[in-house]
Structure formats: structure tokens, C-alpha cells
């Protein structure tokens, strides 16, 4: 294992291929991976982008890639899959049209499943995203479906959050506006070239300024609001500009700091439910049994149970 993240940090590829198959795997020798991996972590630019399903997000980020990759920029890309029964063909997408990508040796595209229950993104998506950091990669982006609770939660793990939403997503918009819009740094409408385009970003402007009024800003960054065609490619450069400016923003005085803080409680708290989770699923059948008959019998209540049961 040693010899593989050594080989890993050195930047060879097959090698830091092995490691995300290892990290994706629960359980000890992922651990090891991983505490091996993360003390050299943290100069990458994580980037989280997240929005309705068939928004438009990987014909974007795919664009947004080969931009970066002109600046000089070595590229990660970690797609989450929902791995409902539904999603295979999403999946399936991804790889199709990320398929310019992949003769691309700047960009690395990886597909994780998201298995944990809560349907938000696995932890493993941050292992992935510290493996890359550490083996070099100077941008990270993961791609979310979603626009729920878990989303705005998990989101807030990223260095850089955008949102993408479409023209005729409706109700999907206005879930999205409910959170997110209070932790994402950038809003993007795509597909501009469709009917009602103007329409949509007007709303997302409306709601960003509603909550600028509201909330107090994020260090002095005031959210930007911007249209781009991901076929296309148009306007693709602002949102690069957009994007560097953020990360400008976050490298003056303590941004990064608070931010840092900020990315690291949502990924402690998600790990802590996990290992929580974990131990419930590995208390005894007989452990269990017990204490639900001493609930059912009123000796204990649901929360003392599980207080005995997690121990
Ligand atoms: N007209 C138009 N179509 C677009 C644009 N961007 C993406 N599309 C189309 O929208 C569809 C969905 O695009 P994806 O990039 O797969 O969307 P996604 O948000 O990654 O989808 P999921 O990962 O499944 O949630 C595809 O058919 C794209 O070709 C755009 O700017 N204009
Ligand atoms: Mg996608």
C-alpha cells in the first residue's frame, strides 16, 4: 500500500486509479488510504456544482474543463451517481459526453455511486477529492444531482459552490432558491439559447438580491448571477472569470480560513452520522430485540434505546 501512494503522489495515474477504488470501498483499508492520502491535501480548489437532474451540468463542466485545462490547470472531475434504479442511463450519459474528456490527460473523470441511505453524496466523493488534491490535480469538480436538504448540506464541503439551473425547470428552481441559495457563490442558468431563458435568470436575480438583503455578506462576496450555453460553449469564459474571482476572494485575509472551517464541520458532522449509523447496524439482533421489548413494555424510551444501543 505504502509503495501505491507513494507512486499515487508522484502523479501516476494508474496508481491514484487504484487508491479511489480502495477509498470507495468501507471499511479499514480504506481508512488506511485515506490517512495516508490526507496530510497531503489542502492546495487544490474544490469546486461543488450541484442542480436539478438534466439541468445541464456535465455538458458544462465538460466545457468548463477544456477551459481550464487551457489556463494550465491539471482537472479532476468526480460525478455522483444516485445509483437509483433509474440512473444508469444518467451515468451512462456522463461517460458519453464526457467522452471528449477522456483523451484529455490534464482531465481525470471519475463516477462515484452514491450508496449511503440519505441520498446526499457519499463521503467517499470527498475521499476521491482528497486523493486528486493530494496527487496533484489543481481543481477538483463534483458534480451533485439535487437541489434538497442533503445537497445545500454536503455542498457546503466545497471551496466554490455553483448551482446550475435551465429555462422550464420551474418547480425544481424554486426548491433550489429555498437553500441553496443561501450557501452557493455562483448561479448558472444554461441552455440561454431555449425559450424563456430571460424569464428564468430574472428570477434567480430576484431571489439572489432578496437574500442579499436578508443575510449579511459572506465575507464581502456578493453572489453572481450569469447565462452560458453548455452546448456551446457561449459565455463559457465567464463563468472561469467568475470562478477565479471567487477563489481570489477566498485567498484574501481569513476567507479561505472561515471557509475552510466551514467545509470541514459539514464533512466531520457527516462522518460522525456515519460511524453512528454503522455502529447501530453492528449492535446484535439480540441487543436490539432486547431493548425494543423494554420500549414496547414502556421501560425505556426510543431515545434511551438508542442511547444504550450506540453506546
Ligand atoms: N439547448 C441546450 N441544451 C443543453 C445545454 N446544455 C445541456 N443541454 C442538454 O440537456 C440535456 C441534459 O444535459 P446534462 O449535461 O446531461 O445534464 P445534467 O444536469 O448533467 O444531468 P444529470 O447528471 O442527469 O442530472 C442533454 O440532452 C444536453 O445536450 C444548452 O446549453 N442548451
Ligand atoms: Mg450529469
Request: glycine share 8%.
Amino acid at each position: 500500500m505504502k509503495d501505491q501512494v507513494l507512486a499515487a503522489l508522484s502523479g501516476e495515474i494508474s496508481a491514484i486509479a487504484r487508491l479511489l477504488t480502495l477509498a470507495e470501498t468501507a471499511g479499514e483499508a480504506a481508512n488506511e488510504v485515506h490517512e495516508a492520502i490526507f496530510p497531503h491535501s489542502g492546495k487544490a480548489h474544490l469546486i461543488g456544482i450541484t442542480g436539478p437532474a438534466g439541468a445541464g451540468k456535465s455538458t458544462l463542466i465538460s466545457k468548463l474543463a477544456v477551459e481550464l485545462v487551457h489556463g494550465g490547470q491539471k482537472i479532476a472531475i468526480i460525478a455522483c451517481d444516485p445509483s437509483s434504479p433509474n440512473s444508469g442511463g444518467a451515468l451512462l450519459g456522463d461517460r458519453i459526453r464526457m467522452h471528449e474528456l477522456v483523451a484529455n490527460d490534464q482531465v481525470f473523470v471519475r463516477s462515484i455511486a452514491t450508496r449511503d441511505s440519505s441520498g446526499g453524496l457519499p463521503l467517499a466523493a470527498f475521499r476521491a477529492a482528497d486523493i486528486f488534491d493530494a496527487c496533484g490535480f489543481d481543481c477538483i469538480i463534483i458534480e451533485t444531482v439535487g437541489t434538497g436538504q442533503n445537497q445545500v448540506d454536503i455542498m457546503q464541503a466545497a471551496h466554490t459552490v455553483i448551482t446550475v439551473s435551465a429555462p422550464g425547470l420551474g418547480d425544481d428552481i424554486q426548491a433550489m432558491k429555498s437553500g441553496l441559495l443561501e450557501v452557493a457563490d455562483i448561479h448558472v442558468l444554461t441552455k440561454r439559447d431555449l425559450a424563456g431563458a430571460a424569464k428564468a435568470l430574472q428570477d434567480i436575480e430576484n431571489a439572489v438580491r432578496m437574500r442579499q438583503k436578508s443575510v449579511t455578506a459572506d465575507g464581502g462576496w456578493a453572489p453572481v448571477v450569469l447565462s452560458l450555453n453548455g452546448l456551446s460553449g457561449e459565455r463559457v469564459a465567464d463563468l472561469q472569470q467568475a470562478i477565479q474571482a471567487h477563489y481570489n476572494h477566498l485567498r484574501k485575509a481569513n476567507n479561505l480560513q472561515h471557509r475552510c472551517h466551514r467545509m470541514f464541520r459539514a464533512r466531520i458532522y457527516r462522518e460522525a452520522v456515519s460511524i453512528l449509523a454503522q455502529n447501530f447496524r453492528s449492535a446484535p439482533d439480540q441487543h436490539l430485540a432486547d431493548k425494543m421489548d423494554r420500549v414496547m413494555q414502556r421501560q425505556l424510551t426510543p431515545a434511551q434505546a438508542a442511547r444504550e444501543i450506540i453506546g
